[in-house]
């Protein structure tokens, strides 16, 4: 009976949900928004301006298998940065300054892991609410793994530090320029506005996650059979390690590295509009420096290269078939369809659940809109409109729509990230789901009466636009 109910590969439930996409574009009522293109050069959809398309498409079988390799072209990029991060971290490896770090930080937090596990999901939600940090943890993933594993912990956990930190510091980020800036932007709200409310809610939503890992963990320190990995293989191989290298000064120069490395990307994306390609070139050079301070052999460099790429070719294929969900979505030409049926009802609401609804709207879409800036262009100029006509100041708006995004983020299948951090740590996305749903509940929830509480004070009174409730744009 066990076996008749065993869940599927992650491979399977990614595919499943590409074909009930392929499957809705032949029963979903096809259409479009008007779109007209901001100062920045993006488009952005027109409210009240929703029509059925005059040709409806009728995709294929044939459209359905094309759009899998597509799916591939289209998440190009993170898969290309994943093989380079793992190809340059199992260099790092290889030189024995993972295993040193490991053993230092054993020294510092080996017996106050709940300090450890505080200090990274804090530092990685600030980093994500300011600059919009995402795919630059990955480098983390297996470092961590190996400092769990050491402090008896697992894998689970160590996903936990890294998404919950990335998860939650995207949803209650006070500036980052990817969501919050974007969708202030389409709602024509001053920027930075009403950051003195999300400034005072990180900590709150931090401690929310911090307790969830942390109350997980204890249950694996003290029972390692309650693991929800327990019996999965460990993506870093060998036997655990009781006596780890000494730090000399070439990991340290290593460490320092890495550490430019990552200032150097951040310094980028910041500045000069980096993103993933060079990322890549970043950490590239950052592997071809830890080859020759490590002293490896070219052949040596090479060959831990490929064994570190050959390590995430499962973690690649899932997030290129985690794309194709919504491209299956995009050819049927439904997305719109369902991003206006959602928002329609919203206006018959009252206020504060109208809010709320918002905020659930916004999650949901998130499964077929991973992108923050692409979902804030889709789905701002219809809300703010809505919230005009029934009293939700469009600054609550955008906290709603930053929620929904943020939160969900943590458990979409179609997070490519998310697919890269689970898949490199070797924790299937099923488990991932049973450790992360109650927290996402959980999250909802106080995100909810924030919303509330938002809507019964009047939150973004000061800065709401006084414009036509038909029409987001001029």
């Known amino acids: 009976m066990a076996e008749r109910f065993k869940i ?23 259409g479009f928004f008007q779109t007209v293109t901001l100062d920045n050069g ?38 290309f940065f994943v093989f380079i991060v793992g190809g340059v971290l199992s260099i790092a490896r290889a030189t024995g300054t993972i295993d040193a770090l490991i053993g230092r930080l054993l020294d510092r937090f080996g017996h106050k892991p709940e300090l450890l596990i505080f200090m990274v999901i804090f530092c990685f939600a600030l980093a994500s609410g300011a600059i919009g ?31 919950v930190g990335y998860g939650v510091g995207y949803g209650v980020s006070a500036f980052n320029p990817f969501t919050v800036m974007v969708a202030q932007q389409v709602a024509g709200l001053p920027l930075y506005s009403g950051i003195e409310l999300r400034l005072a809610i990180i900590l709150p939503f931090v401690l929310i996650g911090f307790h969830h890992v942390w109350r997980y963990a204890k249950m694996v320190q003290q029972d390692p059979s309650k693991s929800y990995t327990a019996g999965l293989p460990c993506p870093l191989e060998g036997v655990d390690n009781t006596d780890y290298p000494s730090l000399n000064i ?9 550490v430019a490395s990552i200032v150097t990307a951040v310094w980028g994306i910041s500045q000069r509009g980096w993103y993933l390609y060079e990322l890549g070139a970043v950490f590239i050079f950052w592997g071809m420096f830890t080859a020759v301070i490590g002293k490896l052999s070219a052949d040596t460099a090479a060959d831990r290269f490929i ?9 690649a294929i899932l997030i290129g078939i985690a794309r194709g969900i919504a491209l299956i979505m995009e050819d049927g030409q439904i997305l719109h369809t369902l991003v206006h049926a959602m928002s329609s009802p919203l206006s018959h609401l009252g206020a504060e659940l109208a809010a709320v609804g918002m905020f659930v709207m ?93 809507v019964v004070f009047d939150y973004g009174a000061d800065v709401q636009p006084i414009v036509e409730a038909s029409s987001l744009l001029p």
């Not at 005059?54 to 459209?63: K, N, Y």
């Not at 795919?135 to 689970?156: N, Q, R, S, T």
């Not at 070439?250 to 890495?258: E, N, T």
């Not at 930053?402 to 951090?421: C, E, H, K, R």
Request: glycine content about 8%; aromatic content about 10%.
């Open 8 to 30: 599927p590969h992650t491979l399977i439930l990614l595919l499943g949900m590409m074909l009930i996409a392929y499957i809705a574009t032949w029963l979903v009522p096809q």
């Open 362 to 454: 916004q999650t949901f879409l998130n499964l077929f809109i991973p992108s923050g800036s692409g979902q804030a262009y889709v789905t701002m100029p219809l809300m703010a409109p809505v919230g005009d006509i029934i009293g939700v100041n469009r600054q609550i708006a955008v906290l709603a729509y930053q929620f929904g995004d943020g939160f969900s983020n943590m458990i979409i299948p179609t997070n490519a990230v998310l697919m890269g951090i689970i898949g490199m740590a070797g924790v299937p996305y099923h488990l991932w789901f049973k450790f992360c749903f109650p927290l996402i509940l959980k999250l909802m929830l106080a995100a909810a009466v924030v919303l509330v509480l938002a």
């Open 133 to 163: 940090t995402a795919g630059e943890y990955i480098p983390f993933v297996l470092i961590l793994v190996g400092l769990c594993k050491a402090m008896k912990l697992d894998a689970m956990t160590a996903v936990g530090m890294v998404v």
């Open 307 to 315: 064994e570190g790429v050959k390590d995430l070719a499962t973690t």
């Open 250 to 258: 070439r990991h340290q120069l290593i460490l320092f590295g890495l």
């Open 42 to 79: 993006r488009d952005a959809v027109v409210a009240g301006t929703y029509a059925v398309a005059e040709a409806q498409i009728r995709l294929t079988p044939m459209d359905f298998l094309v759009a899998i390799p597509r799916a591939f072209a289209a998440a190009q990029d993170i898969i």
